[in-house]
């Protein structure tokens, strides 16, 4: 049997971090834009964060919650304000100082003197402030709680080494922030939040993701509990791909979030904020992606389907473009997975084989070949992108009569659905350990060990100084504290930091 | 006849300024945010900017151009290029000169002086240079024109005199930027461009517009051609709805833009570039709006349809909510203008006379009220947001079996978008006159009219020098040229500037 000449140069196991590059740079999902920190991404990426967009969309308005925008720039006091209350508050943002441009009389501009703002402003890192503002001027009485808002948007945090899609000094979001009356209802809506995203990257991004609570540690600066899903990348490192914040009354009193209850006295709100950003697209292409580039789960790649017409510049070629258009009518007209497919009839001049292999590389679900002899008989050539390769490491086409196409094709598109969160669940939960002892911890993550995987470990939940000691711990071998699974068997046994008794499991891990 | 009672208190006649704020404020649209010349859009109007969106995305796809996102900053240098080729250039922008805040040693924060920028970046005012960068390295032959993208995205011009909407220093756009390989084809897609926001404009806010041609002292800096929209306010005054710009080769060379044609010659790319911005709400606030507030087109209204049930806190209200919820799904189901009808089934608590005069200020089409024993005996009482008042000067409700409503309820949102679009275009139409002499031009624009409208000039198309002239001519009595119509009849007199022979027709009005 030949091998299989794979269609990128690098392969997972031999440079994950390369290999990554080498998908994003292939699959044309984005680029290095000359400016640092800062991607410019591609139609295929856009194309993917999209179609993420409009699926999380429908899920938070279905919630009832409602979008809106706020502005871009924060004066520096509402930080200063912040800073008073919450220790360890990020520092590294973008600050205008200026307003205007000038020639700075060697032919090049320069800031204005002259137009220095009296207070700088700060490129937002994240909204809790303004909006936080926006809130105390909203919320009068219990009658206005629950106060449900959402913004897509993009933000800016300084990054010294920044990773495509993973971390970027620019990146775009979704920014949930809620105002409740109590902490139950803040709580719940937290947890929804959460829910919300586990059962989106599961069933859309077809990313298996454990749904927990950070500990201590993790938690965003001053939020009372910080929620997270955690998806397995296959490297064995975990993305923390979704936080959720309880924040108590915290933010509420620095903003001034106040209403009257139903008895009449002044209380503070209890609010919740929550996220998901581009990061996500680096969770799918490192779930996802194999040797041969991206694959993206029908549910959110722009097309589902690519016809390639194999045109060979003859008279013959308008028959063919006929039949295809034809075929792509019927296709567009056909739902899956709640939606019409999405379908692309690639008519670019070109070879065939080549193009094939960049759609093979972007990760397109089905690629239909076909020619003119296959027109006149009626017949298609189907690719599955996670069934690429047959026994004879040929591209793994499969003949059939259109109409039998068209009778499977929801189901090949459902199918490779499931098929890519099974895998990826299956290869995740295969890469999890039980470990009981710090000792054994470290074995499992020895430095000569490939891509060993996450640990599951039980604690006693240390706080303050014990607890930075195990953080120290951890990190003196490269590791972290994942998540606290909701929903997970009790402990049982002794905590492998403390030597106490446990109180719960926790999951441990070299992480992105 | 008792006088109506209208919903604001501000009439568009008295104080025509003052009435746009009040309907942004009482239709829940927008508000001052705090930070200086930004504001917060609210889910009211960004409902109407996501309706914006999706209807406007729809047509750019439909064309060809895929969206992709481009870097928020842009070094300073590129600027510097850009202002050797471009006189006239805008310098009012947002510049970030550090990356890092510390403590001042006061309680409070600082930009660090240990993280100023070794070069300043500059927040977008509009993205031409850094999606020139990329142009250029993803040009390289002929096969790669016609290069079609998109982005939408908020950029920032720094605004001394700020108006929620019309002028503000951070706003929402989509910004076209195309790369051709000729005039011809670069020309095309500019008044492509132009036809879809003209198409967007008419078709979905009701909005009639003038597509043309830019005088040669309006163009966008380096244009060899700028065509716009323009738009009758209901003060007579134009409002710039949309632009697109033939760019000629200039850009191209600032960016580097080259491509080897098919004889192998390095060539420069001819570009083009269109946007259409939040600014759109203003202008359809003040085509629809009424001394009641807003009225929204259905095709862009977020509810098209708000059913209010009339609550009593009884067990009975059990039995209505059931019934009104019925009635919304059966309206969810229905179709209009191509899309399923968007129904909000409103049961936050509170009077139903209160909630309905909210509703008529955020202009929904049709307001429906429904009381215990209207649903007991089948009935809706309607209301249509342009027939809301009866001759007894009380709001119009029309009762009828529910069966009725739902045989009529689509032609009722079809009948009220067109009946928006016939209005403004008879009222602008109306206020178009024809000018044949710069006095009679005085005249018609004399400080005592009020909201006299636009005229319509023949001129000779002057240039240089003797365009300034007429430019500030115009502007010593606060008047612009809008623009030059596309197809429109010939010239057959004088010019009212020169005296010369006239060459073409041209707009002239005050302008927002």
């Not at 926006?134 to 219990?142: E, F, G, H, K």
């Not at 640990?455 to 303050?464: D, H, N, Y």
């Amino acid at each position: 049997m030949s091998a299989i000449r794979h269609a990128l140069s690098i392969k997972r196991e031999d440079d994950f971090a390369q290999w990554y590059q080498e998908v994003i740079s292939e699959a044309e999902m984005a680029e290095e834009s000359g400016v640092r920190g800062c991607m410019v991404i591609k139609p295929w990426g856009y194309g993917i964060w999209e179609r993420i967009q409009r699926l999380m969309d429908d899920r938070i308005k279905a919630a009832g919650v409602s979008n809106c925008y706020f502005p871009l720039f924060i004066p520096l006091s509402y930080f200063a304000k912040e800073a008073e209350h919450v220790e360890g508050f990020a520092k590294e943002m973008a600050v205008v100082t200026h307003h205007r441009l000038v020639g700075d009389g060697k032919g090049g501009l320069t800031p204005d003197p002259d137009a220095k703002l009296e207070e700088p402003l700060i490129v937002r890192p994240t909204s809790e402030t303004v909006i936080g503002a926006a809130m105390a001027r909203w919320v009068q009485s219990w009658r206005d709680l629950p106060l449900l808002t959402n913004q897509w948007a993009n933000v800016v945090r300084w990054e010294m080494r920044t990773r495509m899609f993973l971390r970027t000094s620019e990146f775009l979001w979704q920014e949930g922030h809620t105002a409740h009356a109590d902490r139950d209802d803040a709580m719940a809506e937290t947890l929804r939040a959460l829910e919300m995203y586990r059962d989106f990257a599961e069933t859309d991004l077809a990313m298996p993701v454990i749904a927990g609570e950070k500990p201590e540690n993790e938690r965003f600066p001053g939020a009372v509990g910080t929620y997270s899903i955690e998806a397995m990348m296959q490297d064995g490192k975990a993305l923390q791909a979704g936080t959720s914040h309880y924040l108590g009354t915290g933010f509420a009193e620095a903003s001034g979030i106040q209403y009257q209850d139903k008895e009449g006295a002044q209380q503070y709100a209890h609010t919740t904020s929550w996220g998901v950003s581009t990061r996500l697209i680096g969770g799918l292409i490192m779930t996802h992606g194999d040797d041969d580039g991206l694959r993206v789960p029908p549910a959110v790649a722009p097309h589902q389907v690519v016809i390639l017409p194999m045109l060979r510049d003859t008279p013959d070629d308008e028959a063919l473009l006929a039949y295809c258009e034809e075929l792509r009518k019927v296709l567009a007209g056909m739902s899956v997975l709640g939606e019409p497919v999405r379908v692309l009839l690639d008519k670019r001049p070109g070879k065939a084989t080549q193009k094939r292999w960049a759609w093979v590389k972007k990760g397109v679900p089905l690629i239909l070949e076909i020619g003119g002899r296959d027109a006149a008989a009626d017949q298609i050539s189907m690719l599955r992108r996670d069934k690429l390769w047959n026994e004879a490491a040929k591209a793994n086409f499969q003949a059939m009569p259109q109409v039998e196409f068209l009778t499977r094709a929801a189901a090949e598109l459902q199918e490779l659905q499931d098929a890519l969160y099974v895998e990826a669940k299956a290869r995740r939960d295969a890469h999890i350990a039980q470990v009981s002892s710090f000792d054994e911890l470290a074995a499992f993550f020895a430095e000569d060990k490939r891509y060993p995987g996450w640990a599951e470990v039980e604690w006693s939940r240390p706080t303050g100084a014990e607890l930075e000691e195990v953080v120290q711990k951890l990190k003196a071998i490269k590791l972290t504290m994942r998540n606290t699974p909701l929903h997970a068997a009790p402990a049982a046994g002794k905590c492998i930091f403390t030597g106490r008794l446990a109180v719960e499991r926790i999951y441990v891990a070299r992480a992105y």
